[in-house]
T-cell receptor, first 115, second 109 residues
Framework: DTAVSQTPKYLVTQMGNDKSIKCEQN?????MYWYKQDSKKFLKIMFS???????INETVPNRFSPKSPDKAHLNLHINSLELGDSAVYFC??????????????FGSGTRLTVV | GQSLEQPSEVTAVEGAIVQINCTYQ??????LSWYQQHDGGAPTFLSY????GLEETGRFSSFLSRSDSYGYLLLQELQMKDSASYFC??????????FGPGTRLSVLP
């Protein structure tokens, strides 16, 4: 019954590796996001998809590539992981009513540690 | 660009009332939202204000003044479980939310 589910919850990997984080929502929302939360708890948007179309692509290294196979799924693939990629990554979804986004439902987060 | 300011920490005792302020500078402002995040958890939605004024939801209320680019979250009858980080976030052109740096609230017995 989880509304927005992310896997894995924890990910420990070595520098240089490639990893993926998966996200699925069962709320029927049309927009999904990836946010990065750093060690100081600052939440910064990375990407946003609306009905499988990329609408926001913030200044993020091109080692990060989102993929949305359908509007219920948004995955994040990271190539050549670096120490600075260590953070908590949150997936979120929302529904736009009348063109306005009123708020997010977040997934439980993926804590990525690069060693 | 966008910028939001919140106090970094607030401390209060159980049963008290606390107000967490948020000031913002942004283009394309649609509304102000508040989120609660417990340590190790995900942010959870608390409120959204698009119009000026106070909105009340149980023990929590949220206020917005668009002319002052200012809002606040008011928590009443504080409980220990309210100890968490609270984030204000502005709706940017109605598309996505830009988050403030967060305020860590500690509720003491």
């Amino acid at each position: 019954d989880t509304a927005v589910s992310q896997t894995p919850k924890y990910l420990v990997t070595q520098m240089g590796n490639d990893k993926s984080i998966k996200c699925e929502q069962n709320l029927g929302h049309d927009t999904m996001y990836w946010y990065k939360q750093d060690s100081k708890k600052f939440l910064k948007i990375m990407f946003s998809y609306n009905n499988k179309e990329l609408i926001i692509n913030e200044t993020v290294p091109n080692r990060f590539s989102p993929k949305s196979p359908d509007k219920a799924h948004l995955n994040l693939h990271i190539n050549s992981l670096e120490l600075g990629d260590s953070a908590v990554y949150f997936c979120a979804s929302s529904h736009r009513q009348g063109g306005t986004n009123y708020g997010y439902t977040f997934g439980s987060g993926t804590r990525l540690t690069v060693v | 660009g966008q910028s939001l300011e919140q106090p970094s920490e607030v401390t209060a005792v159980e049963g008290a009332i606390v107000q967490i302020n948020c000031t913002y500078q942004t283009s394309g402002f649609y509304g102000l939202s508040w989120y609660q995040q417990h340590d190790g958890g995900a942010p959870t939605f608390l409120s959204y204000n698009a119009l000026d004024g106070l909105e009340e939801t149980g023990r929590f209320s949220s206020f917005l003044s668009r002319s002052d680019s200012y809002g606040y979250l008011l928590l009443q009858e504080l409980q220990m479980k309210d100890s968490a980080s609270y984030f204000c976030a502005v709706s940017h052109y109605g598309q996505n939310f830009v988050f403030g740096p967060g305020t860590r609230l500690s509720v003491l017995p």
